[in-house]
């Protein structure tokens, strides 16, 4: 077997490649879907709501299976957050990003998974993502 | 196949992708919130992250080059609304530490409210935005 750090790695690659696949397969990817899943009063593409819905049942299974054990395989304990309480910047936050999600039908893992397709716009769009994060972390101090 | 049915199996993976991270590494996989460890961390806790990124463009790659219906065709906003929904979903789920994956799949599948109420906000404000855009702006 390999060691503890190449396992980490490997998970990395392995996880990452897996949420691409999973974009991919289920039309995530496609932001003209995404938009008709959005929009509750045109032409309703129920189709995205089977994404969530197997992803919820999927991952509320497992996760009851693996965090019976103590510890994950390749590191000393599991990094689950613990806060409860809902602040001002949860609640901007996922306003905003809301309304960014409504305006091209990219959320994070379509718009890099949409890197590979040749496209400009998904370019475009990680590049101004990465600056809206890193915009975060002075505007959440002000809040 | 029907769409639900790829959107079944998609899903599922997603799901898949969040346990295998949860019960070999111990983290959420969260899209954002690895991204931004991307540019935050150094060292082995940067490598990891840029790969589960890397991971994620070649996943996304693969069904596409297999057959063409995996190929999206590009998106239709302009230039413009790119730029300002890039920032905004980038500033959004920086400021709510999340995102459909984070929140959406890994929060609501651990019963976090934080990540429940996010998942009912976020999502209510893109019905929202669409209406907007699409039924009064007409954009």
């Known amino acids: 077997m390999f060691n503890r750090r190449t396992g980490v790695l490997i998970t990395a690659l392995a996880s990452g490649t897996t949420v691409g696949l999973g974009l991919a397969i289920s039309g995530m990817n496609n932001t003209e879907r995404v938009l008709g899943f959005l929009d509750l009063a045109g032409q309703w593409d129920p189709t995205l709501a089977f994404v969530m819905g197997s992803g919820l049942v999927v991952a509320f299974i497992g996760f009851k299976f693996v965090l019976k054990n103590s510890a994950p395989l390749f590191a000393d304990a599991f990094s689950i957050p613990t806060r409860t309480d809902i602040d001002k910047a949860l609640v901007i936050g996922a306003i905003l990003f809301g309304a960014g999600w409504a305006l091209v039908g990219y959320c994070p893992g379509p718009a890099i998974a949409g890197l590979s397709y040749g496209y400009s716009a998904p370019l475009l769009f990680v590049a101004t993502m990465i600056a809206g994060l890193l915009l975060a972390k002075r505007v959440g101090k002000l809040l | ?139």
């Open chain 2, 1 to 139: 196949m029907h769409p639900f049915i790829y959107a079944t199996i998609g899903g599922a993976l997603l799901g898949i992708a969040a346990v295998m991270m949860m019960g070999l590494k111990g983290r959420i996989a969260g899209v954002s919130g690895i991204l931004t460890g991307t540019l935050t961390e150094s060292g082995s806790e940067r490598l990891w992250r840029v790969l589960f990124i890397v991971g994620i463009v070649i996943g996304g790659a693969i069904p596409a080059l297999l057959s063409t219906d995996f190929r999206p065709p590009a998106p239709e906003a302009g230039t413009l609304l790119i730029i300002v929904g890039g920032l905004l979903v980038g500033l959004g789920t920086g400021l709510g530490s999340g995102c459909t994956t984070g929140h959406g799949i890994c929060g609501i599948a651990r019963l976090s409210p934080r990540s429940v109420v996010a998942t009912c906000i976020f999502m209510g404000a893109a019905f929202l935005s669409v209406y907007l855009l699409r039924h009064i702006l007409g954009v």
